[in-house]
Every structure is written in structure tokens, then in C-alpha cells.
């Protein structure tokens, strides 16, 4: 069975540019979660969608958004980049929301920007 | 101010002897402790977790134990084994108080388990 699966799995941008990462959950999980990891840091929480719909948000400016699909996949945008963007942005997949907080990772998408 | 804390960035161990990972926590609301594996290039793979209603968690040669008066965990490795050189989270949740799915990392601990 396939995990979670993210793309790209590499990306530079400039700064100023737009953003758009994208994240498949594992068959049947039905809760998708961003994180954002800097180097030498845990991951930190960005977001958690269930069914569609927003269900936390963590400590992140509104240049970050994000939604879900009716197939349960999401999307994770970030506009007006700066340096700082510059991170591993991990999604984390689980059967739903409210259940077990165990959540499955996916490899994650390394974003530079210049 | 960090909730979750690694004190150890790295930690050198021989094979076959015990790995010893720690943590600790300063929010009381935390109920339910996890520990990921992570190697390079990959995502952090789930290892095992713990709920507060106990004090220890074991599957194989992974034993969690959680100290809730000291806001202390730690992941015990025994054996140890070269494929366990990786770099392992602590992380929480305030999981029977409602968390939205909410993970809290610490910065990592970097094991190097040596044959």
C-alpha cells in the first residue's frame, strides 16, 4: 500500500513568488496535516484539514493557506515567500480527526528559497 | 518557550548495549507522548506513543516510559543496532483534552549506534 506521498519532492523559488505543495494521505485517511521543519528543528504544526475542512492551525502568518480535496488530498500554498520559507514541509496523514494523534508522514517536499 | 524539550542533540552508543533517549514536557495538558525516527531524506516514521493513564509502552526492543510528576519520558533501545542510528522526536498532545490533531516536537535527539 502506498504511504503518503508528496511533490514535488525539491523546489527553489524566489523571494516574493507563490507556493503550491501538494500531498496524497494514505488510503483511507481521511485527516491531512502540514508541518514545516527548519534545520536543527522539530517539525512544527502548520495546519489540519478533516472532511474539507479546517480543524487547527497553528503559529503561522496568513501567507500560508491550505485546503482539501473531496479525494481527501490537500494542498499547502504560501505566497509572498521570504528567506525564512526556506524548510522541509512535511504532511502527516491520519485515519481522522479526533482519533489517535499517531500520525504517518510523508517524505516531504524541501522548499529553498533565494 | 519550548513545551517539548531534547536536551541531548546526539548520543553515541555501542551495538547491542541500551539506547537511552529523554524528554521532557512542561505543559500539563499533554496526555499522549510519540516517538518518530527519522532518517535523512525521509519523513519521521511513527516508533510508539503512550497515553498519561500509563507509565510504560512496550513493542519489541522499544520500551517508553513516562514519568508524569517529573514531565519526563524516555525511549529505551534494547538491543541497540546500526539501523537504528537515525534522529528520534519526542512529541505530545493534548489529546483526551480535544487536540485538534496538534503534534508538539522537541528539536530531536541524533543517535549513533556504533558496531
Known amino acids: 500500500d502506498a504511504g503518503v506521498t508528496q511533490s514535488p519532492t525539491h523546489l527553489i523559488k524566489t523571494r516574493g513568488q507563490h507556493v503550491t505543495l501538494r500531498c496524497s494521505p494514505i488510503?483511507?485517511?481521511?485527516?491531512v496535516s502540514w508541518y514545516q521543519q527548519v534545520l536543527g528543528q522539530g517539525p512544527q504544526f502548520i495546519f489540519q484539514?478533516?472532511?474539507?475542512?479546517?480543524?487547527g492551525r497553528g503559529n503561522f502568518p496568513d501567507r500560508f493557506s491550505a485546503r482539501q480535496f473531496p479525494n481527501y488530498s490537500s494542498e499547502l500554498n504560501v505566497n509572498a515567500l521570504l528567506l525564512g520559507d526556506s524548510a522541509l514541509y512535511l504532511c502527516?496523514?491520519?485515519?481522522?480527526?479526533?482519533?489517535?494523534?499517531?500520525?504517518?508522514f510523508g517524505q516531504g517536499t524541501r522548499l529553498t528559497v533565494v | 518557550d519550548q513545551q517539548v524539550k531534547q536536551n541531548s542533540p546526539s548520543l553515541s552508543v555501542q551495538e547491542g548495549r541500551i539506547s537511552i533517549l529523554n524528554c521532557d514536557y512542561t505543559?500539563?495538558?499533554?496526555?499522549?507522548f510519540l516517538w518518530y525516527k527519522k532518517y535523512p531524506a525521509e519523513g519521521p516514521t511513527f516508533l510508539i506513543s503512550?497515553?498519561?493513564?500509563?507509565d510504560k509502552n512496550e513493542d519489541g526492543r522499544f520500551t517508553v516510559f513516562l514519568n508524569k510528576s517529573a514531565k519526563h519520558l524516555s525511549l529505551h533501545i534494547v538491543p541497540s543496532q546500526p539501523g537504528d542510528s537515525a534522529v528520534y522526536f519526542c512529541a505530545a498532545s493534548e489529546y483526551f483534552a480535544g487536540s485538534q490533531g496538534n503534534l508538539i516536537f522537541g528539536k530531536g535527539t541524533k543517535l549513533s549506534v556504533k558496531p
Open positions: 505543559n500539563s495538558m499533554f496526555d499522549y
Open positions: 503512550i497515553s498519561s493513564i500509563k
Open positions: 484539514y478533516y472532511e474539507k475542512e479546517e480543524r
Open positions: 488510503s483511507g485517511h481521511k485527516s
Open positions: 502527516a496523514s491520519s485515519p481522522r480527526a479526533g482519533g489517535k494523534p499517531e500520525a504517518f
